[in-house]
């Protein structure tokens, strides 16, 4: 038996310790929930707890955003629905007044309602927004940035109409051309289709081949001497312009509906974004892989600029939750002048007032109708995407949800169980050093007898 140092204690107490830290992480994990309190409980287990986290808000976010989406394409859906009774009620005007009884007077009532019919289209489409966005005035849109061109010395702006690309390109203020080259002998090739150049050829017979070419080619070609405009008579978004001369190793594309190439023309300053310049022609790239070249003569490295890739007539959702998880959605102009019922003046372009020009006013309206209803076509086509978007990332973020629960969260049963069995060791530690502690006054008793 010894007086200095009482063993027996020591090592009850270190018991109690372990024990007591024991109740304390079971009473933290009980309390809270979790079993996984911090980095410590387990670090592996922290750090994809905190990634799955992450991808679950983000795909509750998501899901949040699909229903935007769902209620911006009822918006519209239900404002082309009204357009659409309208233009039914304007050809059934137009059915009422190819009818040979109708004197002129009549006619001219029936006019009278359908240019306010006409009206009422414009003012839907001008007025129907979301969030103060415009849906069906053709506004909306989205501007891409890229900087992987090459350029020297040249500001080139291209306009062209709603739903397609508009490249706006700023550079030195020193005058350059941007042209189609050619070498004797060579070849241009235009949509694929090749025209050799030889020296039997001068610029005039060159111009005059390539007419000849492009009208095969369903393309207009003008332009004064020394440069040519290429327009795609075809419509669609899909339609492509493309040029290419022989030893170039780039070829110019342009896409979209009334697509236009102009060649030969010397262009002037614009505004727009960075770029850097590295060889003999522009390059703009977009990221949905929008492609445009124009070649330059004169071209010197190192020279910087500035270049804008604007797509109109889409709006994109972020609808997952990484990047380029993304649905562009295309709102359709629906104006009196998109749907060709008035020009670009403001200019009727149906008459109801004679049997003949009430005549015509059933295949315009047929037209107009037909867009309308493909119109709203693509919009259900996108509300049922957008549905089955949003049951996916429902799912999803319930299994993720439950995986994350397995890592993180207290099993209640088995925990509460833990905690019991360390807290009646607890209670035994404490009784025992107590005992442990009377040990000396043992000895004490020893030496008093």
Not at 81 to 104: C, K, P
Not at 246 to 271: C, H, M, R, S, W
């Amino acid at each position: 038996m010894r007086i200095n140092h009482n063993i027996s204690a020591q090592l009850t107490n270190v018991s109690l310790k372990k024990v007591d830290n024991k109740v304390s992480a079971s009473l933290e994990r009980l309390s809270t929930g979790y079993k996984i309190n911090k980095a410590a409980d387990d670090s592996a287990g922290m750090a994809i707890s905190n990634k799955m986290r992450t991808q679950i808000r983000a795909l509750d976010q998501a899901s949040r955003n699909s229903a935007d989406g769902d209620s911006i394409i009822q918006t519209a859906e239900g404002a082309m629905s009204e357009i659409e009774n309208i233009l039914q009620r304007i050809r059934e005007l137009g059915v009422q007044a190819a009818n040979g009884t109708l004197a002129l007077e009549d006619r001219k009532a029936v006019q009278d309602e359908v240019d306010e019919l006409m009206d009422e289209v414009d003012r839907i489409a001008d007025t129907t927004q979301f969030n103060g966005k415009g849906l069906l005035d053709g506004s909306a849109s989205r501007t891409v940035m890229t900087n992987t061109l090459s350029i020297h010395a040249i500001s080139a702006s291209m306009d062209v109409p709603r739903n397609d690309y508009e490249i706006t390109i700023d550079a030195m203020p020193e005058a350059a051309k941007a042209q189609l080259d050619y070498t004797i002998p060579s070849t241009i090739s235009i949509n694929g289709y090749s025209l050799e150049i030889t020296d039997e050829y001068d610029d005039t017979s060159v111009r005059k081949k390539i007419i000849d070419m492009c009208d095969a080619m369903n393309i207009d070609v003008s332009g004064p001497d020394g440069s040519l405009t290429l327009t795609t008579r075809a419509t669609g978004a899909n339609q492509k312009i493309s040029v290419r001369s022989a030893g170039a190793n780039d070829e110019t594309v342009i896409y979209g509906k009334d697509a236009k190439i102009t060649l030969g023309t010397q262009f002037t300053p614009a505004d727009g974004f960075s770029y850097k310049a590295n060889g003999a022609g522009i390059v703009i790239i977009g990221n949905d892989g929008f492609e445009m070249q124009i070649d330059v003569t004169d071209a010197k490295a190192g020279d910087s600029g500035i270049v804008r890739v604007e797509d109109a007539g889409y709006m994109v959702l972020q609808i997952g939750a990484n990047e380029h998880q993304t649905l562009e959605m295309d709102f359709k102009e629906v104006s009196c002048q998109s749907l060709f019922l008035r020009n670009k003046e403001g200019v009727n372009q149906i008459n109801a007032c004679t049997q003949e020009g009430a005549t015509e006013l059933l295949k315009v309206l047929d037209d107009a109708i037909d867009k309308i209803s493909a119109a709203r076509s693509t919009l259900g086509a996108y509300q049922n995407r957008l549905d089955a978007t949003r049951e996916s990332l429902d799912v999803s973020e319930e299994n993720l949800t439950d995986a994350m629960s397995r890592i993180m969260d207290t099993d209640m049963a088995s925990e509460m169980t833990e905690y019991t069995s360390n807290n009646v060791l607890s209670q035994a530690a404490t009784s025992m050093l107590s005992q442990a502690n009377n040990r000396p006054q043992q000895i004490m008793s020893l030496l008093q007898s």
